[in-house]
C-alpha cells in the first residue's frame, strides 16, 4: 500500500496520507509527500491542492519510533518548505488530531480547514523535544506569540473553534471535512485569492518581559524540564531574526534534545502507558457492555467513583448505609458540577443529565439491573465480605462485582461469594473523579470477560488502566510502602520531614513523602499501621513517631497542623514542634541521630522502591517493568522525564543498585535491605529492565 497518494478531480488535486496508525511522518509518507507536491505543482491540470487523509486522523506528529536513530531523507521541514512554495494554493484537511509535524505540516499550507472534534496541538515538549519543523516560528505569525508559546512549551493541544479564534484554522466542517477542503479550494479558485504563505506573515513584535514571564510560568509548571525553555529559546529567535534562520535554530536545538536524556525517558513514558494498557490476552471485544453501574459506600471514594460514571455518560446506582452520608455525598457530586458549570467546563444540560442519571439510595435491590457494581466501603475484611455478598444477592449472575480496596486480599473477599469469577478489584485513586491512575487487579478466579470489562471500561471512563496481581497493597502502594518505611526510619537516624520532602521534590516528585501524609491524612495513614502491626518488624512497631504526632492532635492539612503547620489557605510551613519531637523521640529511644546526606536520603527512597518494584516483577504481580512505570508515573507523581522508576533504575544500573543495598544492609540488617534476584541477575549478567 502507497503511503501517499493523489488524484485529480476538476482542478483540484486531492494528496491523501494512508499510514496507519496515526498517519506519523515516517519516511515513506515525507517522501511520498514530497514527490507528490512537486507532481501537483509541475502539473498543469492541478489549480489548487488539498492534503488531507484516510483513517482516523490527520497526521498526529512524527514518527517517534524513528527518533533517536539516524535521520533519513527527505526531513519534514523540506517537504514542509516545498508545500509553502507551492504556487498554487495548498488546504489542509484536518479531522482527528493533527499534532506535532503534524500540524507543523498544516502550518506549512497556505489554509487549513478543520474538523468541528479536531484537536491540534504542538505536544513535543511532552516527548522532551520541540517541534523541528517551523511549527513556532509559523504558529507565532499566526496565532501570536502567548497562544504560540501555550501551545509549544505547554505542550496543550487546542479544538477546532479554539484554532478559528487563534486564526490557526480558516474555516470549520461539520461533517466531511475533505469534501469542505476541495469546496474551500474551489472558492479560493473561484475568488482568484492565491497561496498565503505563513511564513510570509509578520511576526509579532514583542518586549523582552512577555519571554522572561513565559520562562518563569514554564519552570514553574514544567519544574526541572529543558524542553519548555527551548520552546521559549526558539520563539524570541523567531521575533529577533528571519524565519529561514529561526527554522534553522529550532532544528538544531531538536537535534541536540533528540538525544537527551530526558527525551529518551518521556519517549519510554509514552510507549510504556501504551504497553500497561494492554494487557495481553484481554481483548477488548470480550469485555461486557456497561450500561448502568452501581457504587457501594458513598464516602470519600464511592464519591468519586460515582462521579467518574456519571462522567462517561453511565448512570449510577450510589447505595449508602448512612442517610447524612449518603446526603452529603449527593451534595458533593452537586456542587462539583455546579463549580463545573461556573467554570465553562461543562453545560448546564451536561449537569441536568448527569443529575438525572445518578439514584443514591439506602437499598441494595436498586442495583438488580446494574453491569456493574464497584464496592467502596470501610476497608474491613468482615464487613466488605458481608457487603459483597449483599451485592451479589442482588445482581444479575452475568453482572460483575469489583472492589476498590486498598490493600485487601481479593482472593479472599471472593471466597465467601456463589459467583467469585465475577468479582476483580478496580483499585481507583483519591480523588478517583480527577487522579488517571486504575489498577485493575486480576483474582486468582477472575474471568478473563471481567478482567476484560474493566481495562475496557477503564478506557471508557478516561483513566490510565493497568492490571495487577493480588498483593498486599498492589503494585503503586506496596512500593510506596517500602519507601515511606524508609522515610520514618531516617527521621529517626537523624533527617527532619523538610529535608526528606525537599531531596524528593528535588528530584522531581510535586510533593514529599511527608507533604503526601499530610494531605492524605495522619489519621489514615494511623489506622493503616494499627491495622498491621501484628505484621510489622521489632524496629517498625518501635518507630512510633506517627503515633506521637497524631496522639497530639495533628491529622495532617484537614487540621491545619501534622508534619507541617496550614494557615487558612493550606500555605505550608515548617513548625519547630515536630522537629523537637523528632529529636525528643530519640532521645527517649536512645538513638545517637547523625547528619543524613541528601544523597542517601534519595538512595534509601529511590532503591526501597525499586528493589520492591524487581520483587513485584519477580511474583508476576506486574507483568512488564512497563506497567510499573505507568503506575507511578499517573499514580503516584514520579516525575514523567525520569521515566518511571524501572527506567530510572536502569539508567543507575543494576550493579551499582546492588551495590548500595548491600551497603545499607550492613547498616540496617537484611530484613530490610536484600537485593531482588531480578536485580541480582540483571546485575550479573549485565542485564536491564528494559531492552536497550
Ligand atoms: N509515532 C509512532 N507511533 C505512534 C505515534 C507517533 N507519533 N502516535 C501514536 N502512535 C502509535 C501508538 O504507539 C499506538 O501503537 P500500538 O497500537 O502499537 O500501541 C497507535 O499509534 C495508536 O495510538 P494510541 O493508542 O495512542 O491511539 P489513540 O487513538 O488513543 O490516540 C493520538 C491517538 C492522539 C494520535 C495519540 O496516539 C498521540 O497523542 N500520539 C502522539 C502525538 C505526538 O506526540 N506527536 C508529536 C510527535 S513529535 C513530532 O511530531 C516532532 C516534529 O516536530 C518533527
Ligand atoms: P470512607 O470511610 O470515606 O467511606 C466508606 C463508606 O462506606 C462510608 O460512607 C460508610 O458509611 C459506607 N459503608 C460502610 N458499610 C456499608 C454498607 N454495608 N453498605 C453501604 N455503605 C456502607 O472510606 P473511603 O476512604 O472512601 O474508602 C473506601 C474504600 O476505598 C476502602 O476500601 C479504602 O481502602 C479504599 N480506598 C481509599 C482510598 C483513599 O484515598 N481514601 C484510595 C483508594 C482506595
Not at 494499627?530 to 497530639?552: G, K, P, Y
Not at 547523625?594 to 506486574?622: F, H, K, T
Not at 551497603?663 to 528494559?690: I, K, V
Request: aromatic share 6%.
Amino acid at each position: 500500500m502507497q503511503a501517499v497518494t493523489s488524484t485529480l478531480s476538476g482542478n483540484i488535486r486531492a494528496i491523501v496520507i494512508d499510514h496507519p496508525p496515526v498517519n506519523a511522518t515516517s519516511q515513506a509518507v515525507r517522501a511520498g509527500l514530497l514527490q507528490a507536491i512537486e507532481q501537483a505543482v509541475g502539473d498543469d491540470e492541478t489549480q489548487a491542492i488539498v492534503i488531507a487523509c484516510a483513517g482516523a486522523t490527520f497526521v498526529a506528529g512524527a514518527d517517534i519510533k524513528e527518533f533517536g536513530k539516524p535521520p533519513l531523507d527527505p526531513h519534514l521541514s523540506e517537504v514542509i518548505h516545498a508545500i509553502e512554495s507551492s504556487a498554487k494554493p495548498v488546504v489542509a484537511a484536518i479531522h482527528g488530531s493533527a499534532l506535532g509535524g503534524g500540524l507543523e505540516l498544516a502550518l506549512g499550507c497556505h489554509y487549513r480547514v478543520v474538523d468541528a472534534q479536531a484537536r491540534l496541538g504542538l505536544p513535543e515538549s511532552t516527548l522532551g523535544i520541540i517541534p523541528g519543523a517551523g511549527g513556532i516560528p509559523r504558529l507565532l505569525r499566526l496565532a501570536g506569540i502567548d497562544k504560540a508559546l501555550d501551545m509549544a512549551a505547554g505542550g496543550k493541544p487546542i479544538g477546532a473553534a479554539e484554532a478559528l479564534e487563534a486564526g490557526v484554522a480558516d474555516a470549520l466542517a461539520q461533517d466531511d471535512v475533505r469534501a469542505a477542503a476541495i469546496a474551500f479550494a474551489q472558492r479560493l479558485l473561484a475568488q482568484g485569492q492565491g497561496v498565503r504563505r505563513t511564513r510570509e506573515l509578520p511576526a509579532q513584535a514583542c518586549e523582552p518581559q512577555v519571554f522572561e514571564a513565559a520562562r518563569a510560568r514554564f519552570q514553574a509548571s514544567h519544574r526541572g524540564q529543558l524542553a519548555p525553555q527551548a520552546c521559549v529559546d526558539v520563539a524570541v529567535r523567531s521575533v529577533a531574526s528571519s524565519f529561514e534562520d529561526s527554522v534553522a535554530y529550532g532544528r538544531e536545538r531538536f537535534r541536540e534534545l533528540v538525544t537527551s536524556p530526558q527525551a529518551q525517558a518521556l519517549r519510554h513514558a509514552f510507549f510504556a502507558e501504551r504497553v500497561a494498557t494492554k494487557p495481553a490476552g484481554l481483548p477488548a471485544e470480550d469485555a461486557a457492555p456497561v450500561r448502568k453501574a452501581g457504587v457501594v459506600g458513598a464516602g470519600t471514594m464511592g464519591t468519586g467513583i460515582a462521579m467518574c460514571f456519571l462522567n462517561a455518560g453511565i448512570p449510577v446506582v450510589l447505595v449508602e448505609q448512612n442517610e447524612k452520608v449518603l446526603a452529603s455525598s449527593v451534595e458533593t457530586i452537586g456542587k462539583t458540577y455546579r463549580n463545573d458549570v461556573a467554570k465553562g467546563r461543562i453545560t448546564e444540560a451536561t449537569q441536568r443529565a448527569r443529575g438525572d442519571a445518578l439514584t443514591p439510595t439506602l437499598q441494595y435491590e436498586p442495583l438488580r439491573d446494574c453491569d456493574l457494581v464497584v464496592e467502596a466501603v470501610f476497608e474491613d475484611m468482615g464487613i466488605k465480605r458481608q457487603v459483597l455478598a449483599s451485592i451479589e444477592e442482588n445482581l444479575r449472575p452475568d453482572a460483575l462485582i469489583a472492589t476498590n480496596t486498598s490493600f485487601l486480599d481479593i482472593d479472599a473477599l471472593a471466597a465467601g461469594l456463589r459467583r467469585p469469577e465475577n468479582v476483580v478489584g478496580m483499585h481507583f485513586f483519591s480523588p478517583a473523579h480527577i487522579m488517571k491512575l486504575l489498577e485493575n487487579v486480576r483474582g486468582a478466579r477472575s474471568s478473563p470477560r471481567a478482567l476484560a470489562t474493566t481495562q475496557a471500561l477503564g478506557k471508557r471512563l478516561g483513566k490510565v488502566a493497568v492490571m495487577v496481581g493480588v498483593s498486599d497493597g498492589f503494585v503503586g502502594n506496596r512500593m510506596l510502602a517500602r519507601r515511606t518505611r524508609e522515610c520514618y526510619f531516617m527521621l529517626e537516624e537523624g533527617a527532619l520531614p523538610e529535608q526528606v520532602d525537599r531531596v524528593l521534590c528535588e528530584f522531581g516528585f510535586p510533593m514529599g513523602q511527608f507533604q503526601l501524609n499530610d494531605l492524605a491524612g495522619l489519621d489514615v495513614a494511623w489506622r493503616n499501621r494499627q491495622s498491621r502491626l501484628d505484621r510489622l518488624s521489632e524496629r517498625e512497631a518501635a518507630c512510633n513517631i506517627l503515633d506521637e504526632i497524631v496522639a497530639a492532635g495533628r491529622l495532617g492539612q484537614k487540621t491545619g497542623a501534622g508534619f507541617y503547620t496550614y494557615d487558612a489557605q493550606r500555605k505550608r510551613s515548617v513548625d519547630p514542634a515536630i522537629s523537637e519531637l523528632i529529636v525528643r523521640n530519640a532521645e527517649r529511644r536512645g538513638i545517637t541521630r547523625r547528619a543524613i546526606s541528601d544523597d542517601e536520603i534519595l538512595e534509601r527512597c529511590l532503591y526501597a522502591m525499586i528493589n520492591e518494584g524487581a520483587l513485584i516483577l519477580g511474583e508476576g504481580v506486574a507483568s512488564r517493568p512497563e506497567d510499573i512505570d505507568t503506575i507511578w508515573l499517573n499514580g503516584y507523581g514520579f516525575p514523567r522525564w525520569r521515566g518511571g522508576p524501572m527506567f530510572h533504575a536502569d539508567q543507575i544500573g543494576a550493579a551499582r543498585i546492588c551495590e548500595r543495598i548491600r551497603h545499607y544492609a550492613s547498616q540496617a540488617g537484611e530484613l530490610y535491605w536484600t537485593p531482588a534476584p531480578l536485580l541480582l541477575a540483571q546485575a550479573r549478567d549485565g542485564g536491564a529492565f528494559h531492552a536497550r
